[in-house]
């Protein structure tokens, strides 16, 4: 079995209409964070997404922190956001002095759990600390469940962001994913379904804040022939070059979405009759990217952890990671509160125990596949037979 080539979790992909968006960037020579690429590219995306407006940022970082500053976090508010995620979705809380608050997530769909956001709400009301805005994550490609989410905030009086950044692609009700708070915010990082390299996007129903951040994101130049500054300012903006790989990029996505369901699909038969291993469910409130395939693995049913395995992967030179370590876990940011689904336990940690991420790439061919799956069957097998003559 050849081993040499590694197996990537989520490497880029890249078709063939971006060389042509960068050449035309080379070529009329807008090598700036701003130009043509970027103008379409936003155009683009807010007509994929159906949203009225979107803006071109330098990572999906700097939109999260971009949303918080224009709906007016600063320093001593209340943010909540889910625990179950990447901590890019909490950095830009702490940027502003704020204090997040993470909320648990449930087994149906891995996401912010609307009972335990509730339950969230009604204690930090009772401490008269509510928060101001709510950062719902929508991981690994699917849709948190926005109905409910959004209902309890417009009754609480909170603002909902959406941090889409795993999620482009993702529907809910048959809307695209992102859209459906307040603001909403698109990752085109490396290990993203579509990529810039680096990069990010803010939509908004709310051209008006979106205008304002586009002004702050570009050093808050006020209309003045000099340089004249009236507000704090960013270099937010994104290079035209990089819009350029996105505009290629997004002609491709429905694609890139196909591929990455029939990674998932082909995981699911091999593996799904197995006792023990649960794969990340998919809602029936819309469609899933399956950004990456993740499922959990039962350590007493299987004989192996996830952990484990994850390792063994590794020296066979595949990249499989487990799924985030909650953020109320962490030990940056373990001083502030948790909301668990349950008094009983808490989902993410459990998640966090038993979850792993496996190639799943939308150019992982099926012969790598099928290497991963022997990988795993074999080291399932192997352990269930000790297990079953110790
Ligand atoms: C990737 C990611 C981000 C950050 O996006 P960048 O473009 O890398 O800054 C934020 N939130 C989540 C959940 C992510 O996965």
Redesign the pocket.
């Known amino acids: 079995m050849t081993n040499d080539r590694r197996i990537y979790l989520s490497p880029p992909h890249i078709g063939e209409a971006e060389q042509r968006y960068v050449a035309e960037a080379f070529a009329t020579n807008w090598i700036a964070p701003l130009g043509p690429n970027v103008d379409e590219f936003e155009r683009e995306l807010a007509s994929k997404v159906a949203s009225p407006g979107a803006l071109a940022l330098s ?4 939109a ?1 922190h971009l949303a918080l500053r224009v709906a007016g976090i600063g320093k001593g508010d209340t943010v909540f956001v889910s625990s179950l ?2 901590v ?2 909490v950095n830009p809380i702490l940027y502003e002095g704020a204090e997040p608050v993470f909320i648990d997530a449930d087994f149906e769909t891995w996401n912010m759990s609307p009972k335990a956001l509730e339950q969230a709400l009604l204690t930090t009301r009772k401490e008269g600390r509510l928060p101001k805005a709510v950062i719902v ?1 929508s991981l690994y490609g699917q849709s948190a469940d926005m109905d409910p989410i959004i209902e309890l905030c417009e009754r609480f009086g909170v603002l909902v962001i959406e ?1 889409a ?2 999620s482009l692609g993702a529907t809910y009700k048959g809307k695209a994913s992102g859209t459906l708070g307040s603001y909403g915010v698109y ?3 490396g290990n ?1 379904i579509i990529t810039t390299s ?3 996007m803010l939509v908004s129903n709310n051209l008006e804040a979106l205008a304002k951040v586009r002004y702050w994101a570009t050093q808050s130049r006020d209309p003045a022939l000099h340089y004249e500054h009236s507000e704090i300012g960013y270099n937010y903006r994104m290079s035209n070059l990089l819009a350029g790989i996105g505009r290629g990029q997004l002609e491709v996505l429905e694609n890139r979405v196909a591929a990455r369901r029939a990674v998932y699909d082909r995981y699911e038969q091999a593996f799904s009759h197995l006792d023990g291993i649960s794969f990340m469910p998919e809602a029936d409130y819309g469609t899933s990217t399956r950004w990456l395939t993740a499922l959990t693995i039962n350590p007493r049913m299987t004989g192996i952890t996830a952990t484990e395995l994850v390792r063994t992967l590794a020296a066979e030179n595949i990249e499989a990671r487990p799924v985030w370590k909650p953020m109320h876990l962490q030990p940056l940011l373990r001083k502030y509160d948790y909301f668990p689904a349950s008094s009983q336990y808490s989902v993410s940690d459990q998640l966090f125990a038993q979850g792993i991420c496996l190639p799943s790439g939308s150019s992982l061919s099926i012969q790598d596949q099928e290497r991963v799956v022997a990988i795993i069957a074999h080291q399932i097998e192997s352990r269930r037979k000790t297990h079953e003559s110790a």
């Open positions: 990572s999906g970082t700097a999260l995620t990447f890019a979705s994550v941090d950044a795993e990752s085109f990082n993203k680096g990069g990010g």
